[in-house]
């Protein structure tokens, strides 16, 4: 069982930037696909980045590419997401995930074992 604790969430303007972090219990984080996701109201929970264990492969939604930057930190069991150039349409619940046995399909919410709770992102306009 892993845990994942997500924070950084906020209110921000258009045009800021926030860090949202995902910290994950246990001892394995190192050997694990991470993935961050978000939901917006009335919608479909949506891929917006994952990285694989050691950073060697980064991938973005095409609606984020260029604005959000996804990192870990194996040795602090952490994954973030820095978001730039914030926009309205980037209002959601975000969710960090954890593919424990490396499907590689990082887009589908299927591959995923263990989310966390959320954190909420409002960008006024």
């Known amino acids: 069982q892993v845990q994942l604790v997500e924070s950084g969430g906020g209110l921000v303007q258009t045009g800021d930037s926030l860090r949202l972090s995902c910290a994950a219990s246990?001892?394995?984080?190192?050997?694990?696909?991470m993935g961050w996701f978000r939901q917006a109201p009335g919608k479909e929970r949506e891929f917006v980045a994952a990285?694989?264990?050691?950073?060697?492969?980064?991938y973005y939604a095409d609606s984020v590419k260029g604005r959000f930057t996804i990192a870990r930190d194996n040795a602090k069991n952490t994954v973030y997401l820095q978001m730039n150039r914030l926009k309205p349409e980037d209002t959601a619940v975000y969710y960090c995930?954890?593919?424990?046995?490396?499907?590689?399909?990082?887009?589908?919410?299927?591959?995923?074992?263990?989310w966390g709770q959320g954190t909420q992102v409002t960008v006024s306009s």
């Open positions: 995930a954890v593919d424990e046995n490396y499907r590689g399909t990082y887009y589908y919410l299927g591959s995923y074992d263990y």
């Open positions: 246990g001892r394995t984080f190192r050997r694990y696909i």
């Open positions: 990285i694989t264990r050691s950073g060697e492969n980064i």
